[in-house]
C-alpha cells in the first residue's frame, strides 16, 4: 500500500550521458528523431559490474533526469498537438520528477562506457538507471496510442523549440 508518510525520494546518478546535443534548442523529441546519432553513456566505475550480461542486447532503456528543466506543470501542448493535455499523457520534461525515458540502441560496451545510437538527450545528462529493452515485456501487443493517433509518424520530424521552457 502506498504510504503518504514518503516526503522525499533521494536518487543519485549511476553516470553521465554524453551526447552531441549541447542545448535543448534542437535536440530531438524522441529516439526516432535521432536516428543513428551516435553518444555514449560513461557509467561511474563503482557501477562497472551491473554492466555485466547488458551487450547482449540490442535496446536499453535509459532513465535520466530532466536536469535542466526548472517548470512543473500538469498540463502542456505537446509537440506534436495544438490541444493542451495531461503531463502524464505526454512525455514532456515539465513534470513533477523531471524523469525521462529514451529506448536506445546499444552497438558496444567497453569497460564503463556504452556506446549507443537514436539519442534525444541532451550532454551531460545525469543517468538514474539502466534496463535491458525486451519486447515482449515492455510492449506486449500495444494497439491504443491515445491522442497520439494518426500523429506519431510524425514523431521522428520534431526538434525541441524551447515552448517546454516558458
Known amino acids: 500500500m502506498f504510504s503518504a508518510e514518503v516526503k522525499e525520494i533521494k536518487l543519485r546518478p549511476i553516470g553521465t550521458i554524453h551526447t552531441p546535443f549541447k ?4 535536440t530531438p523529441i524522441q529516439p526516432e528523431g535521432g ?19 547488458l551487450g547482449g542486447f540490442s535496446h536499453i532503456i535509459l532513465l535520466y533526469l530532466f536536469h535542466q528543466c ?24 515539465v513534470r513533477p520528477n523531471h524523469i ?32 535491458p529493452h525486451i519486447p515482449r515485456i515492455d510492449c506486449p501487443g500495444a ?13 521522428g520530424q520534431k526538434r525541441d523549440d524551447g515552448h517546454f521552457l516558458a
Open 35 to 53: 536516428r543513428d546519432v551516435e553518444a555514449m553513456v560513461e557509467v561511474l566505475p563503482e557501477f562497472t559490474r551491473g554492466l555485466e550480461d
Open 143 to 155: 494497439t491504443r496510442i491515445g491522442w497520439l493517433q494518426g500523429m506519431d509518424d510524425r514523431i
Open 100 to 131: 525521462g525515458v529514451s529506448v536506445v540502441r546499444l552497438d558496444r560496451i567497453e569497460g564503463n562506457v556504452l556506446y549507443i545510437r537514436d539519442i534525444d538527450i541532451v550532454d551531460g545528462t545525469p543517468l538514474l538507471d539502466i534496463k
Open 70 to 93: 526548472q517548470a512543473t506543470k500538469l498540463t502542456v501542448t505537446p509537440f506534436l498537438d495544438d490541444v493542451e493535455r495531461g503531463v502524464f499523457s505526454t512525455r514532456a520534461p
Open 23 to 26: 542545448e535543448n534548442l534542437g
